[in-house]
């Protein structure tokens, strides 16, 4: 028999026009429609629950998620409600900005494996450049305006049987290997929750596959950025897609404070927990923010610095692109993974399994490169010691290699009253 899949969709403001044309290729270019379609709808204001509702006529398997909050689960949070939901054994995640080609399914069930991340491949307009892992073709840049018939003739045309190894949405896999990993570690609001969960995927020992005959087009950071980011005279875009921006920042701390380095691919299979002993003197909270986000706990001999760094407002980006007031963020932040600051920095003598010294006046874009971006490779490599290097001083007590603690994720449960509806 032949296997089916649960198609996971998430969509928020502004997105209907998208959906539908996504929905309009489900149609036409599924082998069936015997396949489950889940829809997470964050939030909603041009009718798409209504018009969903009525889509359920043309899919018997439609299954309609809808965010009663007034505030959104954001896409981390809700992609793991919808691979918890699905009735399925092989999940696949779809962006409403997607539009699939012929025979999609067919090409995921005959690629798909256990112990695989299978990635289908983009066609996306040249908004970014070219990229390996692409097809840059411009077939619109919004809905209206989408070239349906010749996309369908070009994937047609180009499909082919090879693979490679890269990971991006659109992915499939079985349910039970995104579960074994809990899915999208929600610590991360509004980026790097992909690299994130990329590293977990690949130390768990799972298989990443891109096939290149499991086309999509992507309109590319609709969800994100919102549907004109492009659009450099629209200046209601342009303060969105600064905004994001900005997140992503604040999400490159979040993320080298949980891995030690930058990966999206490839992860080391070590981490060691590393204090840092910061000789403060005319640096600055920026420079502070990058550097300390290298180590598990920061000493540091400035109160004056150590106040400013825990009144940071870490989430002020995410909360303005995804609506959430004070108050909301006091009600609903429960349901991420969240850190407090202050666990990060101490006033005092550093303790701990290995402790970095060095004068924050030191870093430049040498030392960086070098020594704090590099810290985990550079234990790694030596014995239980004392060392000077490029004028840090490392001390290794102990080597602990913590990396399986990092490979699954316990988010937290919703609570009853604010979990999503069903349809």
């Known amino acids: 028999m032949k296997k089916s899949i649960s198609f996971c969709i998430n969509t928020a403001v502004n997105e209907l026009q998208h959906l539908q044309l996504l929905f309009k290729s489900l149609k036409d270019n599924l082998s069936t ?18 018009w969903l509702q009525e889509q359920q ?20 949070r809700n992609i793991n409600e919808m691979f918890k939901f699905a009735s399925n054994d092989i999940v696949s995640y779809l962006q409403s900005d997607m539009v699939i080609s012929k025979d999609y399914d067919l090409a995921l069930l005959k690629n798909i494996k256990p112990n695989m991340v299978l990635s289908s491949t983009r066609i996306e307009p040249p908004l970014h450049g070219p990229s390996p892992a692409t097809h840059t073709m411009d077939f619109g840049t919004s809905p ?17 049987t090879s693979v490679t190894n890269y990971f991006f949405a659109p992915f ?8 074994s990993i809990g899915g999208h570690d929600t610590y991360f609001r509004r980026s790097r929750e992909d690299s994130d969960v990329l590293n977990r995927l690949i130390l768990a020992g799972n298989e990443i596959i891109q096939t290149w005959d499991a086309l999509v087009y992507h309109f590319t950071c609709v969800s994100s950025r919102g549907k004109d980011w492009f659009n450099k005279e629209n200046e209601k875009a342009q303060a969105r897609a600064a905004l994001q921006q900005q997140a992503d920042q604040i999400e490159m701390f979040r993320f080298l404070r949980k891995w030690g380095n930058f990966s999206h691919g490839s992860p080391s299979n070590y981490y060691y927990k590393v204090s840092s002993q910061i000789n403060i003197d005319d640096s600055n909270v920026s420079n502070f923010n990058l550097v300390s986000s290298f180590f598990d706990v920061n000493y540091i001999n400035s109160k004056e610095l150590y106040d400013l760094y825990i009144e940071q407002d870490h989430h002020q980006y995410a909360n303005q692109l995804l609506n959430f007031s004070d108050e909301d963020w006091n009600e609903y932040s429960y349901m991420y993974n969240t850190e407090d600051l ?28 070098s ?46 009253d604010h979990k999503y509806l069903v349809f």
């Open 172 to 179: 499939t896999m079985y349910r039970q290997v995104w579960n």
């Open 342 to 369: 202050k666990n990060r920095v101490q006033v005092g003598e550093a303790e701990g399994d290995v402790i970095v010294s060095f004068n924050l006046s030191n870093i430049n874009q040498d030392t960086y490169n």
């Open 57 to 76: 006529q043309v899919f018997p398997h439609l299954i309609i998620l809808k965010n009663p909050l007034p505030v959104c689960y954001g896409y981390a």
């Open 33 to 50: 429609l015997e396949h489950e379609i889940i829809v997470f709808i964050d939030s909603d204001n041009q009718g798409t629950f209504e």
């Open 144 to 160: 209206e305006e989408f070239k349906y018939e010749e996309f369908l003739e070009y994937c047609d045309k180009n499909k082919k």
């Open 371 to 416: 020594v704090i971006s590099n810290l985990q490779h550079i234990i790694h490599q030596y014995d239980e010691g004392k060392y000077q290097y490029n004028g840090f001083t490392i001390e290794i007590k102990a080597k602990n290699n913590i990396i399986e603690d990092k490979i699954k994720v316990i988010n937290p449960e919703v609570k009853k």
